[in-house]
């Protein structure tokens, strides 16, 4: 122990007298991991818990598709099932989806916009830390005698105040996860309202950057409502008020438009980042500069102001004046337009383009396509009249995977093997890349495609059983699932093996076309890079030229 | 260097005293939701919550237009009770004073005490609804194995909008968890000496 402490304290000084060193990380784990305020271990703590997060939650959806496997009840209690639900989603949006993201904004904005590290690197440390015990306290639940949360992710009242003990540590749970994204989100506005390098203007940002400065205010406005609406639910719940209590005079409905205030720019918060990353992608591999920069700009503004007017289309059924119906329908349909252009850019971007297939293209790619599909389905869960029938069937369940999956999280997996070499300085296998794209790709369809069909057929979701005239397409389904869930396997392998095994170097630049600031850096960068704000060159720079 | 360092410090303080009021703001309006959210059913008529309660309201003349009023009724289910409407619907005249009747029962042994509470399906047709006299102005309460009919006065005002031709008046009936039988009974005992 004293060996320990005196060897630290002597690497200190070493530290301080050599302060000019580039790659100068601490070597004791507690200082290098615990304590660091780098943005480059912060991001990589971000993306290794999120990842862990996401195979948490991705073997509660195991659980629920294999009791779905055939009709009857045969693995699992009908409540332990709603408790999968309901934490799968939280674990997902909350644990895997969202850190994730943060973690790409940690890595990657500080170095793409010519900055040291983020702008404020103490909180950075903490908002990340807040974490793991905010899960902790959720998973805990799930061993406690009244078992985990089982409402449903989006905890309508009166269900939710039905529940035990264990609400109090789910409702802490949620208020930590918000307080660590709103310390996030003022950290990634400062960084890039404050710390760019000079001659890097607005217009000049990465898409990925923008897509972030946006998403960043969306948390800030969002995640505070939900704060407030769980304390409502929360007071409710142990001190006898009646916000949603319809016996004391409230109303269980205005938690659900409460709920969907944050809701729907929630699934905004998951998607526009991966918008960003795609756009950063595709340019790349095309070898041709995005088509339509500012219309990107300007489609993803439009996109998060439009979040914030569309959140009763979740509730189309709760009975709502037939005008607020038609306010809620044509304001979501607007939001065909701005992503339409996206699309639209994205192929055009790709259009001539001299195209290769490495597996961050094959991910984007994929996201284009099957986001796409997701989009589609929205629009028609859109329409108030049908959405009477689609509500809480397995449609809106297909809906929001296709989004969420082949979206966010390919656009996810897109980013880590676009930027896995410019991390780690070495190169993943491509053969095995490729192997695990084609098998998500097509385990993805099999997977949530049938549940189209059995939505409209009317089975509803949140169930652990179901009519035998169901039971094809939710095998067809519960295969595609473990195809999908084992695949991911292959994900952790090309990961451990590009870190600790691959020979292969990677140069600064790694691909071809790659343009950008972090680029001009070696792979891996130095521990902290840009100390001395670099030249913005057009040349490297992947939307310097304005005339496009 | 250090200049610029310092300037920098400065306007991220700026920018994050924003930000942090930006999000204390927004906690906040999560809050202001719920007056606000009174305020729109008020207006809308949302939730019942246009239904006018006139004791001796005077009844508008009576219009040849007839709407259908459909009755429903709920118990939550912390009150064992059984509670329906006598009539599933009626045709009135719109500005005709109308009684619907409730038929409530409570089949356990011990006295319960029930508060109703009401709902009116299309909102719109709430800012219309006038009740003179309703079961569910006061809690009610049911002595072991009491049956009792509950009516409701009401009439719907003559200018209610042309599209609405069918009113929906729904109850639901909550328990008052604080309601004690034996202080009742006690109560009525020692006023009965």
Known sequence: MSIESTHSHEDHTHAADHDDHHDHKPSSLLDRWLFTTNHKDIGTLYLVFSLLMFFIGGSMAMVIRAELFMPGLQLVEPDFFNQMTTMHALIMVFGAVMPAWVGFANWMIPMMIGAPDMALPRMNNWSFWILPFAFAMLLSTLFMDSGGPAAGWTLYPPLSLQSGQNFAFVVFAVHMMGISSIMGSINVIATILNMRAPGMTLLKMPLFVWTWLITAFLLIAVMPVLAGAVTMLLTDHFFGTSFFNAAGGGDPVMFQHIFWFFGHPEVYIMILPAFGVVSEIIPTFARKPLFGYSAMVYATASIAFLSFIVWAHHMFTVGMPLTGELFFMYATMLIAVPTGVKVFNWVSTMWRGSMTFETPMLFAIGFVVLFTIGGLSGLMLAIAAVDLQYHDTYFVVAHFHYVLVPGAVFALMAGAYYWLPKWTGRMYSEKWGKIHFWLSAISVNILFFPQHYLGLAGMPRRIPDYSTQFADFNMISSVGGFIFGASQLIFVGVIVHCVYKSRQTATGRVWEGAKGLEWILSSPPPYHSFNTPPVIDSTTMAHADESH | ?193
């Open chain 2, 1 to 193: 260097m250090n200049e610029g360092q310092a300037k920098r410090d400065q306007s991220h303080g700026k920018l994050v005293t924003r930000l942090v009021l930006l999000a204390i703001g927004m906690f906040g309006f999560g809050f202001a939701m719920w007056p606000l959210y009174n305020v729109f059913c008020d207006l809308t008529g949302l939730g019942g919550r246009g239904v006018k309660v006139i004791e001796n309201a005077t009844v508008p003349e009576k219009s040849d237009r007839q709407v259908k009023i459909r009755f429903d009724a709920t118990v939550n289910s912390g009150l064992p009770w059984i509670f329906q409407a006598k009539e599933k619907s009626m045709v009135v005249s719109l500005g005709e004073m109308s009684e619907a009747l409730y038929l409530a029962m409570n089949p356990n042994d011990q006295a319960m005490a029930g508060q109703a509470i009401y709902n009116v399906t299309p909102p719109e047709a709430s800012l219309y609804f006038v009740k003179t006299e309703c079961f569910c102005f006061t809690e009610q309460v049911l002595q072991g194995n009491e049956s009792r009919e509950m009516p409701v006065y009401y009439f719907i005002q003559p200018d209610l909008p042309e599209n609405i031709k069918e009113i929906t008046l729904s109850y639901t009936f909550y328990r008052d968890e604080n309601f004690d039988p034996l202080a009742l009974t006690a109560g009525s005992a020692s006023s009965s000496d």
